[in-house]
């Protein structure tokens, strides 16, 4: 029989479902942050249903970010670059439509600083538990199509 959530554990996952909201629509948005709130949304959640935080962490696509940001501190590079190429257009839209420069300055120097942080994280040196069995299956012969050659 399961136990009773209690009122904070309610609060957690009602908070973590929306942080997770937030990120699924930051797929859509440029200026919308994905990562952060799909972290945050992780955090809380394991704290107010571990089965809720893993289901986000055996999410097909917000999953492998997250296990390998939880694992390593790592990105993706396709997710490094992804995320420097809507920082520069966030940059620009920002001297396009901002005409006060010290507001543009700040903005842009905080845009710097994230890109900063993104850049130096390193890449992920291990493959996500499913890649790692596909890998295995395809290496020792059984199951799937192993190339061309094969007859």
Known sequence: MRERMTLKQYLLVAAAALLFALGVLGVFLPLLPTTPFM???V????????????????????????????R??????????????????SAAIVWWHIDYRPLAIGVTLGLACVATFLATR??????????????????????????????
């Open 43 to 70: 955090a809380l959640a394991s704290r107010g249903s571990p089965r809720f935080a893993a289901w986000i962490r055996a999410n097909r696509y917000a999953g492998p970010a997250i296990v390998n940001w939880e």
């Open 39 to 41: 972290l945050a949304a």
């Open 72 to 89: 390593e501190g790592a990105l993706t590079l396709r997710a490094k670059i992804t995320a420097l190429a809507m920082i520069a257009a």
């Open 122 to 151: 390193p890449t992920p040196q291990r493959r996500p538990p499913a890649s790692r069995s596909a890998d295995s299956r395809a290496s020792s012969g059984s199951g799937g199509d192993n190339g061309p050659d094969r007859r």
